[in-house]
């Protein structure tokens, strides 16, 4: 498995859930950790919970769908750390909708996140990696992506996009030496099911899709995962 000591990691969404189960295995592993996410107290509670690792933890509060807050926040981790090797596009939102009556604020707010963030965030790091002729884009999908379901068609779609997206740069990238892998999980227990009645008891943890997502960019040099799904086996 590829030494991922020193590297320096971006994830965004990063105050919760996956992205703060992502940060702690990083650091684990020695990378230096941006951590991106709207939540100013709740990124700093992340990194109070990274201080026995040793690790640089940087906390960028970020809105990834506000192109001039990407453009400062990825200009401020480039000047604090020089370079970056690994981002992981984990800030996501999604919610219940009935197609028939759901606003475009809702349907905005789905995509802008889900997409458009993903967009920008890959957009800032791009340059950087086609210059060193290296670097790892991980995306945080879904399996409903792939297949969707009646209850949340919206958010369905926008992971159905982000697949697409992942796709195209995966190939336009290809000849820069730049990676780009989706990992998508079935339902994980985070806050992404609060306020639903819903037993979470058999769902995938943060911990465990964090761990994909290092096993994704720990492989080999000329290996790349394009896409790995995750299902709970309980």
């Known amino acids: 498995m590829k030494d991922l000591k020193n590297k320096v ?11 703060s189960a992502a940060a ?3 650091a684990e592993r020695g990378c230096k950790v941006a951590l991106l996410s709207r939540g100013v107290e709740k990124l700093s509670a992340v990194a109070d919970s990274l201080k026995n690792t040793d690790a640089e933890i940087l906390c960028i509060p970020t809105d990834v769908t506000d192109e001039a807050s990407v453009k400062n926040g990825f200009a401020e981790i480039l000047k604090e750390f020089g370079q970056i090797d690994i981002l992981v596009n984990n ?8 197609l028939s009556t759901c606003s475009l604020e809702d349907f905005r ?5 889900n997409i458009t963030g993903v967009f920008l965030c890959a957009r800032a790091v791009l340059p950087g990696m086609k210059a060193q002729k290296r670097g790892h884009i991980v995306n945080v999908s879904s399996v409903v992506g792939k297949v969707a379901n009646p209850g949340a068609p919206l958010y369905c779609a926008s992971k159905h996009g982000l697949n697409g ?22 339902a994980v227990d985070t806050a992404y099911w609060d306020g639903r009645e819903v037993d979470r008891s058999k769902f995938l943890k943060a911990e465990e899709v964090a761990a994909a997502i290092l096993f994704v960019v720990s492989q080999p040099d000329g290996v790349l995962i394009k896409d790995i799904d995750l299902t709970a086996q309980r």
């Not at 994830?11 to 859930?17: F, N, R």
């Not at 707010?109 to 996140?113: A, S």
């Open 109 to 113: 707010t789905i995509m802008d996140t």
């Open 9 to 19: 990691v971006v994830i965004t969404g990063a105050s919760s859930g996956i992205g």
């Open 165 to 186: 997206y992942n796709s195209g740069l995966q190939q336009q990238v290809a000849k820069d030496g730049v990676l780009v892998s989706a990992v998508s999980p079935s």
């Open 91 to 98: 800030a996501g939102v999604g919610f219940a909708t009935d």
């Open 24 to 26: 702690l295995q990083f």
